[in-house]
């Protein structure tokens, strides 16, 4: 937690605890390929790692936005619904203009701005941010689906799916978007004054504003992150996928919350990593990917990953007992 009363002149460093908690997460990981490598003898192969190493990424750039959101204290329910309308949108724009750096564009930008309006909800009109999120959620689901009128959109340039399905030195490409966002959301939250201030917020957000924070604004600017991320991980969903169809995101919130709570970051704010988001997306996929290759019935996974949801928050608030 972040002492507000002492001036934020350095970098952030890791706390002790924060690195034990993460140490923790990582033996977790290591001990879950230990157990899937005797189980199964598929999971220790080349193109199941590298799988992992995807399903891992796509989840991480998700859950990296709202990391940040949740170090607030705060909460992005639109995450699903705005990665499906980002998507939507990118591929319309990819179809009609030929150009998939501008659809790109189109994606992220369309993700920011709801990521902005949502921001605009929590501080202009100080509507709950599990409120407005949800709300917000059902606005995008809507408007998704009667933009695509119930039809699947597909066929990209051969260029473009290599974001999401090309290698690169042996590597899937998302990999290495992963790597470069990891490095610049670490740098960001322990390194910056305003990522200082954003744990700060989630420490106390009344001290926070009393010692000159401009709380309002950074919660701005951790909304509209949150949906830029969303909005760069419809663009690799649909070159992964192919296509784009306005229930492309429903699947999704549920996981990204996992990842960061599983990596964490707590839901109370103040207190977690953007490598610890890295961590939980790991551990998540790896869970799920040893379901599948032990053929458990697939409508096990959303039940399985809520317990795991419910377990990291139930630790998140035993380990605040203890440390009060």
């Known amino acids: 937690m972040t002492d507000i009363s002492k001036p934020i002149t350095g970098g952030r460093m890791l706390l002790s605890d924060e690195m034990i908690q993460v140490f923790y997460r990582l033996l977790a990981a290591f001990l879950i390929c230990a157990a899937l490598t005797i189980l199964t003898n598929s999971f220790f192969s080349l193109g199941n790692i590298l799988n992992v190493l995807r399903q891992a990424s796509l989840l991480f750039f998700i859950a990296s936005g709202l990391t ?8 992005d329910l639109s995450i699903g619904a705005n990665v499906a309308i980002s998507a939507c949108i990118a591929g319309t724009v990819i179809h009609q203009t030929g150009s998939p750096t501008l659809g790109g564009l189109t994606g992220i930008g369309v993700g920011g701005a709801v990521g902005m309006l949502n921001g605009v909800m929590v501080t202009a009109l100080r509507i709950p941010s599990f409120i407005a999120t949800y709300g917000m959620l059902w606005v995008l689901h809507g408007i998704t689906y009667w933009y695509m009128g119930g039809e699947t959109m597909h066929g990209f340039p051969a260029g473009f799916r290599q974001i999401g399905s090309g290698y690169f030195l042996g590597l899937p490409i998302p990999v290495y978007l992963l790597l470069v966002f990891l490095a610049i959301g670490t740098i960001f939250a322990q390194r910056t004054t305003w990522g ?10 009344v001290a926070a504003r009393l010692s000159g924070i401009p709380v309002a604004r950074r ?3 951790v ?5 830029a991320m969303a909005g760069l991980a419809s663009i690799i969903f649909l070159a992964r996928l192919n296509s784009a169809e306005a229930d492309i995101g429903e699947s999704l919130t549920l996981p990204a ?3 960061v709570l599983i990596g964490g970051t707590s839901l109370f704010g103040g207190l977690g990593t953007v490598f610890g988001t890295f961590v939980g997306a790991l551990i998540l996929t790896l869970v799920l990917n040893g379901m599948n290759l032990l053929s458990v019935n697939a409508s096990w996974q959303p ?3 809520g317990v795991i949801v419910i377990l990291a928050v139930w630790l998140d608030m035993k ?3 203890r440390a009060a």
């Open 223 to 227: 909304y509209t992150v949150s949906g």
């Open 68 to 75: 940040l959101v949740v170090l607030t204290g705060g909460l």
């Open 303 to 305: 039940l399985v990953t």
């Open 257 to 259: 919350i996992a990842a």
């Open 319 to 321: 380990t605040r007992r």
């Open 196 to 205: 200082q201030e954003i744990y700060a917020i989630g420490a106390n957000p």
């Open 219 to 221: 919660l701005l600017l």
